[in-house]
Each structure stands twice: as C-alpha cells, then as structure tokens.
C-alpha cells in the first residue's frame, strides 16, 4: 500500500467549475508537496505546506494534520490548468529530505 | 535562467548500450535527485546526493550509478540499458536536508526509451 493516495485518479471538469482533490496519508509528515505536471512533463512546484492553509492565485491548499488530509483547490477552472497533479509528503522521521509521492490525479478541464 | 537543467530532453537508445544523463542545478541547493517516473506516472526515487555524499541509495540495479563531481551536479550513468529501463527521469534539488520546509525544484525531465 503507497504511504500516499489520491483521488480522484481521473478528473473532467468544465471550464468555470470548482476543483477538489484530495490527498491521504499514513505516516506522521515534516511537510506536504503539491506538485503540478503539464503534458510534456515539466514538474512544477504549487505549494509547501506544514500545518493550515496557503493561497496562490487561483489555487488553493489546505491540510489537516490530525486528519492526515490534504486537498487541492482551483477555482474557476480553465483548460490550462489541466495537467497531473501529485501530493508528496516527507515523513517526520526521515532524515534525507525525501518525499513519498502519490500516483497523480490527472485534471482535464473542457472550455 | 534555468533553475535545474537536465541534459538530453529526449534520449532514444538500443538495448545494452550505455548511456548517461546530466544535471545541473544554480540555485545553490545541497541536495540533489534522481526520480524515476513510469508509465503510471508514479515518481519513485533513486538516489539522493548531499554536498556530494551518497545518501539515498534505493533499490534500483547496479546497472545504475550516480555521480556528483559538485554539489552542483548529479549525473546518472547506466550500463547495458533493458528495455525496462524505459521511463522519464527527472532530477531534483533542495536545500540543507536539516531544513524542514524546504519543497523540491525539478528538472524538465529525461524521457529515455530503449529499443
């Protein structure tokens, strides 16, 4: 079983509409990492977080430590912002600075 | 001004050839990467170099060798390539890895087929 999941796996959404993805994990974290992959395959950094919530433009990130959760959110979605999207946490007990990473959702958004 | 470089973009190669692919990172980063990515798009780590020291040494065959002449660079050479070696490889770079919060700055990318 991956330390990380995500879903959903496979996303469709309309242009405009409000985005959700969702991100679980089982081991204690120092740190999740939302990450973002366009087709063609550069991997962008989206956010950092450790504990609350974080806002850049559109996006927005929030985590739940007791929960062990993190989501995802776009708002009003457009056709660019399809791309795979990965969560990645580092474990508290590692010292190498390494990330579990989870399998992706893969975003498409129809104008 | 590219953050982490990686070096070729595209690599196409016949089974049991060696083949080596470069990185490079100016952003003055302590820690480097090597992830592989397959085809189900899971990013799985290699290796990891700190100020040139070994690290991170996962389970990957020894066909594989990483080499940092400088905390600068992380290559990645591979012997005698399997078509199972048929991936995307990216690198990556972080700050001090006493740091907590310090995410990863990636590289485009190295998708090497083997034919």
């Known amino acids: 079983k991956n330390e990380v999941e995500q879903s959903p796996q496979n996303l469709t959404a309309q242009e405009g509409e409000f985005i959700t993805i969702n991100c679980s994990y089982s081991?204690?974290?120092?740190?999740l990492h939302w990450l973002q992959q366009h087709p063609g395959g550069g991997i962008v950094s989206l956010f950092m977080?450790?504990?609350g919530k974080k806002k850049h433009g559109r996006l927005i990130a929030t985590i739940n430590i007791q929960e062990k959760h993190s989501s995802l959110h776009i708002t009003a979605s457009h056709p660019r912002d399809s791309a795979v999207y990965i969560c990645?946490?580092?474990?508290?007990?590692?010292?190498?600075?390494?990330?579990?990473f989870g399998t992706g959702t893969s975003l498409t958004v129809i104008p | 001004d590219t953050a982490v470089s990686q070096t070729p973009k595209y690599l196409v190669t016949q089974m049991g050839n060696d083949k080596s692919i470069k990185c490079e990172q100016n952003?003055?980063?302590?820690?480097m990467y090597w992830y592989k990515q397959d085809s189900k798009k899971f990013l799985k780590i290699m290796f990891s170099?700190?100020?040139?020291?070994?690290?991170i040494n996962e389970t990957v065959p020894n066909r594989f060798s990483p080499k940092s002449p400088d905390k600068a660079h992380l290559n990645l050479h591979i012997n005698s390539l399997e078509l199972g070696d048929s991936a995307v490889y990216f690198c990556?770079?972080?700050?001090?890895?006493?740091?907590?919060?310090?995410?990863?700055?990636f590289g485009s990318g190295t998708r090497l087929t083997v034919v």
């Open positions: 990556a770079s972080s700050q001090d890895t006493r740091r907590a919060n310090y995410g990863y700055t």
């Open positions: 081991v204690g974290i120092s740190a």
């Open positions: 977080l450790s504990s």
């Open positions: 990645a946490v580092r474990s508290m007990w590692n010292t190498g600075n390494q990330f579990y």
């Open positions: 952003l003055g980063h302590d820690t």
């Open positions: 170099y700190n100020n040139k020291e070994l690290i």
